[in-house]
C-alpha cells in the first residue's frame, strides 16, 4: 500500500487535479473534503466526464468525480481485498481505518506480490468491459 497519498479537493479544478497526477505519476487521486473521503477522480473521469463534454480545465473536481467510494480496511485480509477489487473492476483502491479516514491506496500490483493466482484471477474480472465507467 501507498501510505503517502495526494488528496484533491472537489473545490479543485480538473486541471490542478491532473497536474497533480502527472506530478506523482499517478491516474488516481482520492478526493477529500475536511477529513473525510467523498469520492475519487481519475485521468479517465477527467477525459470522458470533463473533456469529452466540453467542460473547461476550471471545472471543479466535485463535478467530474466519481462520488461512489469502493474502499477496504487497512486491516483486511488481502485475499479479500483482492477479490473485492476483481468483483468491483478496480485498479485501485483507497484504504482507510476503521474511523474512515483515509490512510493509504492499495494497487493490484501492491498486492501481486502476495498471490500472484489471485491477482491473475482479479486481473481477469477488471478488465471485463463494464464497470463503474461504464457509458
Known sequence: MTRDVQVASPDD???HAAQIMERID????PV????RLVGMITDRDIAIRAVAKG?????PVGD???SQVLYCYADDDAEDV????GDQQLRRMPVVDRDK???GIVSIGDL???DERDTGEALSQIAQPGGLHAT
Do not use: F, H, P, Y
Not at 499517478?26 to 487521486?29: F, I, P, R, S, W
Not at 477529500?32 to 477529513?35: I, N, P, R, T, Y
Not at 467542460?55 to 471545472?59: A, L, S
Open 13 to 15: 479544478t480538473i486541471q
Open 26 to 29: 499517478a491516474g488516481v487521486l
Open 32 to 35: 477529500g473534503q475536511g477529513d
Open 55 to 59: 467542460r473547461e480545465c476550471d471545472t
Open 64 to 66: 467530474a468525480m466519481s
Open 82 to 85: 483482492l477479490e473485492n477489487m
Open 101 to 103: 479516514r483515509l490512510v
Open 112 to 114: 501481486a506480490k502476495k
